[in-house]
């Protein structure tokens, strides 16, 4: 079976309980093997601590997005960052 889709993301109330929570460890782990057995990339969301994004890493979360990196921002000062 074919699945229309190369990118799986996990919603952020997998994440807001990482990573003390073993629910929450155990589904991101299965979700993240899952989504790769099939040949997907994962994108983590609403990471807003570095405890989540370290044990994103560590389960290969390929992409993680949230405020623990910067908080939304204007395109003008998005720009300077990159610049800079």
């Known amino acids: 079976m074919e699945i229309p889709a190369d990118i799986l993301k996990i919603d952020r ?4 309980h ?3 929570n073993k629910k929450s460890q155990h589904m991101c782990k299965s979700i993240t ?5 099939l040949g997907m990339t994962v994108v983590a969301e609403g990471v807003e601590q570095t405890s989540q994004a370290v044990f994103l890493y560590s389960i290969n979360c390929d992409y993680i997005q949230g405020f623990c990196f910067y908080k939304p921002m204007p395109f003008e000062d998005f720009t300077s960052l990159i610049n800079s």
């Open 13 to 16: 109330s997998f994440i807001i």
């Open 33 to 37: 093997s899952l989504a790769h057995d």
């Open 18 to 20: 990482l990573p003390d």
